[in-house]
Nanobody, 125 residues
Framework: QLQLVESGGGLVQPGGSLRLSCTAS????????IAWFRQAPGKEREEVSC????????NYADSVKGRFTISRDNAKNTVYLQMSSLKPEDTAVYYC??????????????????WGQGTLVTVSS
């Protein structure tokens, strides 16, 4: 069964940093574009970042641009989301999702084939 597993969430103070990981199980990420989403209580799901299968193309939501960095290590079958200068409004459950696609970031939610279970990030003093 194809699976993505997120890790690295936790409680952090405002201004702090966390690195989230998204690791694939039972398949290789080499052919997959990846997106990170987040959903805060009572809010709609938001795509925060994405990366092409090669890592050559990335994109960020305006709300995280300059603070978050997405990267991938295909040898480790893992995609990362480095989050810095965290704010209370970054508090959410963060999910990664994958589309088998070789021409850029995932094309949209309808095309995403595999989702992780989510990891909670809480930014609070």
């Amino acid at each position: 069964q194809l699976q993505l597993v997120e890790s690295g969430g936790g409680l952090v103070q405002p201004g702090g940093s966390l690195r989230l990981s998204c690791t694939a199980s039972a398949f290789t990420l080499d052919f997959y574009a990846i997106a990170w989403f987040r959903q805060a209580p009572g809010k709609e799901r938001e795509e925060v970042s994405c990366i092409s299968n090669s890592g050559g193309l990335t994109n960020y939501a305006d709300s995280v641009k300059g603070r978050f960095t997405i990267s991938r290590d295909n040898a480790k079958n893992t995609v990362y989301l480095q989050m810095s200068s965290l704010k209370p409004e970054d508090t959410a459950v963060y999910y990664c999702a994958a589309e088998r696609y070789g021409s850029g970031c995932p094309r949209g939610i309808a095309y995403l084939e595999v989702w992780g279970q989510g990891t909670l990030v809480t930014v609070s003093s």
